[in-house]
């Protein structure tokens, strides 16, 4: 039995912790929980409305919509996984040169300020005088307006969105590789099995949990971007409508309209689907997430 002594001080160790997680995290839930369930005054103030900003949500096509584009985008994003596991294979290659420079220059979009992202990637899909187009337009094709087009704005944005995931994830992946022991490739070498059959029968199945990690925080990320659509999309362009995402509806809500309420009522809905989904992959990687 722990004497009275030994539980104070481990009290003691944590409260750093639980006061931190307590001001930075559940005070603020709490408040937006209480916010979502008012409506904001024109000079200050709130009035107790109960669910009605959920009931107006529930109800409002631009909410569907947002929903919608951001569930898209999710997806897409979601894509790139396997490409990062592609990536970080190449890399693990035994004896590879430069593979700490390779590393850098994957891993840099991660460091790199949003603003300079997005700002550079709108110059790659302008339609009239962007890189991408003047590439389509040697082979003969006629590119689109990306950024100005509702039906390819949002999948120009995820494709920024991929680039930018791609290194980082590709580190994580490679870290896993790097872990799996090597007599397992060693043994499938002996049984007559190339290469193609030991990715698929050894390195995918033991990488499952690194995939499930990298799957479930690539899908966070996802499902609260803002930043690329906030600088890649113009205020008045005829595409905002197909690439408005939840949290970007939260921005004009809260901060351009100036009604609070109903913004915190988006970001609990917003709280609510990133619970629900994640809780739902916890339950199926059970079925395919492979642990040593």
């Known amino acids: 039995m722990h004497s009275r002594r030994e539980w104070a001080w481990g009290y003691l160790l944590i ?3 639980a006061l931190g997680l307590a001001v930075f995290y559940l005070w603020p839930i709490a408040q937006t929980l209480y916010l979502s369930m008012t409506e904001s005054g024109v000079f200050g103030g709130y009035t107790w409305v109960g669910t009605a900003n959920f ?11 947002a929903l919608g584009n951001t569930l898209l985008y999710s997806v897409l994003v979601l894509a790139g996984v396997p490409l990062s596991i592609v990536v970080a294979a190449l890399l693990n290659v035994p ?38 187009n003047h590439v389509l337009g040697t082979v003969g094709i006629d590119g689109p307006y990306w950024l100005g087009d509702p039906d390819f704005a949002i ?11 791609i290194g ?9 590789l790097q872990g799996i022991p090597r007599h ?8 007559g099995a190339g290469r193609l059959r030991q990715f ?20 966070i990320n996802a499902l609260q971007v803002f930043d690329l659509v906030y600088l890649m999309i113009d205020l008045k362009s005829p595409a905002l409508e197909g690439s408005r995402t939840i949290v970007y509806l939260f921005y004009e809500t809260g901060f351009v309209q100036n009604q609070r309420g109903l913004a915190a009522a988006i970001a609990v809905i917003l709280l609510v689907l990133i619970l629900v989904l994640t ?14």
């Open 200 to 219: 698929f029968r050894i390195t995918l199945p033991l990488l499952t949990p690194t995939t499930f990690f990298v799957v479930v925080i690539t899908m």
């Open 55 to 65: 009931a107006d949500l529930f109800t409002d096509e631009e909410m569907y919509g």
């Open 95 to 132: 004896g590879l040169r430069g593979l700490s420079i390779y590393r850098t220059l994957y891993f840099l979009p991660v460091v790199t300020m949003p603003a300079a992202v997005g700002l550079t990637w709108s110059y790659l899909f302008n339609g009239d005088f962007g890189a991408i």
């Open 15 to 17: 409260a750093p912790m």
């Open 279 to 292: 809780a739902i992959q916890f339950r199926l990687q059970k079925k395919w997430v492979h642990y040593e």
């Open 168 to 176: 980082y994830n590709a580190v994580l992946f490679l870290a896993g």
């Open 184 to 191: 397992y490739y060693e043994a499938a070498e002996i049984d």
């Open 155 to 165: 999948y120009a944005i995820a494709v920024v969105g991929i680039w930018s995931s």
